[in-house]
């Protein structure tokens, strides 16, 4: 079973902040910083890629609304709302879920990094994207 589906159907606690017929928002046991929110869909689907668009708008709605209420309410400086997909990006739960993480400052414990890649052919990636 599904740890977000027993959390969804109440059978483990959780600090609710969002709950609609769609969506579910609860804090995040692990607080990477103060505030950190987890909004998923009520309806399991393992990731972005394999969700219907029901879900994903859900959420992204949500979200959108909660992140808001979020910076506001926390006095927050930014935000960043992001979801993994498969483990090579970091998804640890097989339940479509985003992160929406309040920043505060540069030494918030949250690290996301964009280091510079090898140069690439952007005609070459786009041909092979677009298939």
Known sequence: MC???DIIDHKIPSSVVY???KVLAILDISQVTRGHTLVMPKKHVRNII?????????CVSAAKKL?????????????????????????????????????YDENDCVD????????QDLDEVLKTIKG
């Not at 394999?50 to 859900?58: H, I, P, R």
């Not at 996301?112 to 140069?119: A, D, R, T, V």
């Open 112 to 119: 996301i990094k964009f280091n510079e890649s090898p140069k």
């Open 67 to 103: 992140a808001g209420q979020i910076v506001t309410n926390c006095k927050a400086s930014g935000v960043n709302v992001l979801t993994n997909c498969g483990e090579s990006a970091g998804q640890s739960v097989d339940h479509l879920h985003f992160h929406i993480i309040p920043r």
């Open 19 to 21: 709950e609609d017929e």
């Open 50 to 58: 394999e969700a219907d668009e029901e879900s994903v708008l859900a």
């Open 3 to 5: 740890i977000f589906c």
